[in-house]
């Protein structure tokens, strides 16, 4: 178990930074939700969304055609009117609302951490939550394990917690 948050901490300091040079894709989608949308640009960039459910609506049904295009330019087009923005963070694509983002860019000393959470013998652990000590903001490790957690300081606690196991709290 120690191994496994020695493992997370190590990743919690290394902060993600996004790619230096974005990668441009063609797009066509005619009354596709945004979720089949989200699920090709992950299959022809590499790049992983993470988002609220319950604050973005991935079911509504858009209609794009774009050649050659950045993700960036895509992307804009794609959020237009949902009260969302993004950024992308090493090979993330984090969503939020658009009054969130910019809460979390104004406080100074604020950044976004990552990591993987793995069990004792390296395994990942999908769905394992880890959240801010003391408040509701949270992430959720995807099928590798790996997650993204915004707005932490230096002195921020994280709690990562897996059902089955015994929670960890990690100063960052």
């Not at 993470?50 to 050659?68: A, G, M, P």
């Not at 915004?150 to 990690?170: K, N």
Request: charged share 20%.
């Amino acid at each position: 178990m120690l191994t496994l948050f020695l493992f997370a901490t190590v990743f919690c300091m290394m902060q993600m930074t996004a790619f230096a040079q974005s990668p441009r894709i063609s797009l066509e989608a005619k009354g596709e939700t945004l979720e089949e949308i989200f699920g090709k640009i992950e299959k022809t960039t590499g790049y992983e969304f993470f988002y609220h459910h319950d604050r973005l609506d991935v079911s509504k049904k858009i209609d794009i055609n774009e050649s050659d295009q950045e993700v960036e330019v895509v992307l804009n087009k794609l959020l237009r009117d949902t009260g969302n923005s993004f950024r992308i963070v090493g090979n993330y694509i984090l969503i939020t609302a658009i009054d969130e983002g910019n809460s979390q860019n104004s406080v100074p000393g604020t950044r976004t951490i990552s990591g993987q959470i793995v069990d004792v013998n390296g395994d990942p652990l999908p769905g394992a939550t880890i959240v801010i000590k003391g408040t509701t903001q949270g992430a959720v490790t995807n099928s590798d394990g790996y997650y993204v957690l915004s707005g932490v300081t230096d002195q921020t606690v994280i709690v990562i917690s897996f059902i089955g196991m015994l929670a960890e709290e990690i100063v960052v």
